[in-house]
């Protein structure tokens, strides 16, 4: 299987929807589905009735899974979106930004 261009822990920009242009820390990636959750991103609201363990009822906001593609790794250089490409460095294998070059892990 192919290495991940996106992984957790990552910082990413969104490319396209409600919430262009902001950035967020990857907090879980399912690459079965192509999805991503990213911190503070794609708040989703949930209206719940009152139950017996939540006898107040509301509303839960959580950050709800969004497609990997509307995605970029932020640049550790300039925090703009770059694309990920694959280098070997001292016999290891790193992402590097396309962009400016920098390595993005280790």
Known sequence: MASAKIKKGDTVVVLSGKDKGKTGTVSKVSPKDDKIVVEGVNI????????QQN??????????????SK????DPKDGKPTRVRFEEKDGKKVR???KSGETIDG
């Open 44 to 51: 989703a609201a949930r209206h719940r009735k009152p139950t």
């Open 55 to 68: 006898p107040q009822g509301g509303i839960d906001r959580f950050e709800a899974p969004m497609p990997i």
């Open 71 to 74: 995605v970029a790794v932020a």
């Open 96 to 98: 590097v930004a396309v």
